[in-house]
């Protein structure tokens, strides 16, 4: 279902069907999650071939991601303020750089779903769960919205005030946009929230 189909939820004023079919109840773990295994986060043979492009070492810009979403052909919005919006079925991710010289790249993914305030206990053991079993990404619940329902975030900051080289910075986009999709999508399904 595209993004601007979405159903609104039992909170928003939609029907209860709208949101996972798992309950609150059923969904919730009792025990610490089982441990991480390989293949857990990025899928290696889904990354582009990167062995051909030149390993010169150069200062991040927002040039060069752009180039390297391109080329993993990422869609994006520009804003003309240094920020990147790409927007995907279920979430958005927006890639920027930040720190005092530009620095820190960042990738910051939302889904387009909220959680109720009621589901606020439950919101902070899932994330928590997301970030004690995977990799790249941190998650955390964001400051309630104008509506007063809590958004998600899933972020990765990756400081590069050393430079580097295409085929790093297109493997570090590549992953990022990977892991917030598995990290969107795990919420929907096993994490049991959206």
Same mark, same amino acid.
């Given at each position: ?31 610490p999650p089982s441990p991480r295994q390989p293949g857990d986060d990025c899928a290696a043979n ?8 030149? $390993?010169? =070492?150069?200062?991040?810009?927002? &040039? ?7 080329? #993993?052909? %990422?869609?994006?919005? @520009? ?59 941190? $998650?955390? =619940?964001?400051?309630?919205?104008? &509506? ?7 972020? #990765?900051? %990756?400081?590069?005030? @050393? ?32």
């Amino acid at each position: 279902m595209p993004w601007w189909s979405w159903r609104p939820g039992p909170t928003e004023g939609g029907e209860p069907e709208a949101r996972s079919g798992i309950t609150v109840e059923s969904a919730v773990r009792v025990g610490p999650p089982s441990p991480r295994q390989p293949g857990d986060d990025c899928a290696a043979n889904e990354r582009p071939v990167l062995t051909e492009m030149p $390993a010169t =070492i150069e200062p991040v810009s927002l &040039r060069r991601v752009c180039d390297a979403l391109d080329l #993993l052909d %990422v869609r994006y919005l @520009a804003d003309g303020d240094g920020n990147l919006l790409a927007m995907w079925e279920r979430h958005a991710v927006l890639v920027t750089l930040e720190g005092p010289e530009d620095e820190i790249l960042v990738m910051r993914a939302r889904p387009h779903a909220t959680v109720p305030p009621d589901w606020a206990d439950r919101a902070y053991r899932v994330v928590n769960e997301w970030n004690h079993t995977r990799r790249f990404c941190k $998650a955390y =619940i964001g400051d309630p919205t104008e &509506r007063g329902q809590l958004p998600i975030y899933a972020e #990765l900051q %990756v400081p590069l005030g @050393a430079g580097t080289h295409d085929a790093l910075l297109v493997e570090m986009l590549d992953c990022g946009a990977a892991v917030a999709t598995s990290f969107v999508d795990w919420l929907h399904d096993e994490g049991a929230l959206l």
